[in-house]
């Protein structure tokens, strides 16, 4: 019973490299999100998504972009990393409903050099 | 502008005692919140949540309060053990399908 899965765990990037964080979750939730923590902060959404298809930008959207090409999956990409983009970035779903919590996954720790 | 706050940065307790954590919002017409429990090198994991039709929920040793004159949320663990040792996030539904989460307190339980 995966949950939900985030694939790197750690990456370490030069500033102006891009990447792709992938979530997976295997729950059939509709809603899925992407969220910054850095230290001292709550987490901060950046991204979210209600359905296949669909995105929405949250608090913090600028230098990411999202994709949600199948139910299952939410990818999150950075095009031209930047040291202020340093953080542990957290994917989480729920089911559609309105008191349904956020499921999280264990985090992918980004450093951009 | 802060919308959701957590004040106290760290909070420590002995075992077997009361552990009461805080949630201050601004904004009353937010309806449904939650508490979350983080472990380093781990995702938050649902702990308990509450609508705002209620004052208290129960779950266990945890009882999360809803004071909404004073826009204030807590968290009480009794006992408090040192498992319980952990960063505890509040989260409040700020709009649609969004949480808006506080900083975090970390709690730290003394055996």
């Known amino acids: 019973n995966a949950g939900v899965t985030q694939t790197p765990k750690f990456r370490v990037l030069k500033t102006g490299q891009s990447m792709t964080l992938l979530c997976a979750q295997d729950?059939?939730?509709?809603?899925m999100y992407w969220y910054r923590q850095d230290p001292g902060m709550g987490l901060r959404l950046i991204h979210y998504?209600?359905?296949?298809?669909?995105?929405a930008k949250g608090e913090v959207p600028d230098g990411y972009n999202v994709s949600r090409l199948k139910k299952q999956n939410f990818l999150l990409g950075l095009e031209s990393a930047a040291p202020s983009q340093t953080s542990v970035y957290f994917c989480?779903?729920?089911?559609?409903?309105?008191?349904?919590?956020?499921?999280f996954g264990d985090g992918t720790r980004l450093s951009i050099l | 502008d802060q919308q959701v706050k957590q004040n106290s940065p760290s909070l420590s307790v002995q075992e077997g005692r009361i552990s009461i954590l805080n949630c201050d919002y601004t904004n009353s017409m937010f309806d449904y919140f939650l508490w979350y429990k983080k472990y380093p090198a781990e995702g938050p994991t649902f702990l308990i949540s509450?609508?705002?039709?209620?004052d208290k929920n129960e779950d266990g040793r945890f009882t999360v309060f809803l004071n909404k004159s004073a826009k204030h949320l807590s968290l009480h663990i009794v006992p408090s053990q040192p498992g319980d040792s952990a960063v505890y996030f509040c989260?409040?539904?700020?709009?649609?399908?969004?949480?808006?989460f506080g900083e975090g307190t970390q709690l730290t339980v003394n055996p």
């Open positions: 729950m059939n939730h509709e809603y």
């Open positions: 998504s209600v359905g296949e298809g669909t995105t």
């Open positions: 509450i609508s705002s039709i209620k």
């Open positions: 989480a779903s729920r089911r559609r409903g309105s008191n349904q919590p956020q499921h």
């Open positions: 989260a409040i539904r700020t709009s649609g399908s969004r949480l808006t």
